[in-house]
C-alpha cells in the first residue's frame, strides 16, 4: 500500500494481493472503501505519492490499527 516497487519490474506480477486487499475492502466495507477512493483520487495526476502520505490517507480512512485490518483480512480471504 506505500510503494509501487513491484510493479516496476513486473506489472503484472504483485496484483493478486492488491486486488485481493481491494475486493476484501469494497465486500466488507463499501462505503468506506469508495471514500477512500474518492480521497486519493482527489491527488494531482501524475504526482509523486511518499509512503507516508499513503499510509496517512488509508488510516484517516480505516483507522490505524494494520495489524488487525490485516488479520481480518487474511481469515476473510482464507474463506474465500
Not at 506489472?11 to 480521497?39: D, N, V
Not at 483520487?41 to 490499527?65: H, K, N, V
Amino acid at each position: 500500500m506505500t510503494s509501487d516497487q513491484a510493479f516496476q519490474s513486473d506489472p503484472m506480477a504483485p496484483t493478486p494481493r492488491p486486488w485481493a486487499l481491494s475486493f476484501y475492502l469494497c465486500e466488507t466495507q463499501p462505503r468506506l472503501y469508495g471514500a477512500y477512493l474518492a480521497k486519493t483520487a482527489e491527488r494531482p495526476l501524475f504526482t509523486d505519492y511518499p509512503p507516508a502520505e499513503r499510509m496517512a490517507d488509508f488510516q484517516s480512512i480505516f483507522g490505524s490499527d494494520i495489524k488487525m485490518i490485516e488479520a481480518k483480512f487474511l481469515r476473510y480471504m482464507e474463506k474465500k
